[in-house]
């Protein structure tokens, strides 16, 4: 059973820093794709970043380029997110996701999702 267990979620200050992570169990995941989403209140769920776990390619969202870093550490089956220069619309609770296969940006396509950790970003 393939279990997403996000971590490193918190209030932090507009231009401050938060690393989140994803620790992923339940079955090897050499062929899967890990995404990071985040629902703000109100919104709807948004890709954010998304990593291949076999090559380590990367795509971005546009409103997080630059800022957010999305890393993976196969020893530990653990996905980060690295969000730098965070501002108050980046406040939302991000859930990590999988999905069997290429690198896709909508949510639909993810089949495993973890129960989200709130991030907040006081202006």
């Known amino acids: 059973q393939v279990q997403l267990v996000e971590s490193g979620g918190g209030l932090v200050q507009a231009g401050g820093s938060l690393r989140l992570s994803c620790a992923a169990s339940?079955?090897?995941?050499?062929?899967?794709?890990m995404g990071w989403f985040r629902q703000g209140p109100g919104k709807e769920r948004e890709f954010v970043a998304a990593?291949?776990?076999?090559?380590?390619?990367?795509d971005y969202a546009d409103s997080v380029k630059g800022r957010f870093t999305i890393s993976r550490d196969n020893a530990k089956y653990t996905v980060y997110l690295q969000m730098n220069s965070l501002k108050p619309e980046d406040a939302a609770v991000y859930y990590c996701?999988?999905?069997?296969?290429?690198?896709?940006?909508?949510?639909?396509?993810?089949?495993?999702w973890g129960q989200g950790t709130q991030v907040t970003v006081s202006s």
């Open positions: 339940g079955r090897s995941f050499s062929r899967f794709t």
């Open positions: 996701a999988a999905r069997y296969g290429s690198m896709r940006s909508s949510s639909y396509e993810y089949e495993y």
């Open positions: 990593i291949s776990w076999s090559t380590g390619s990367t």
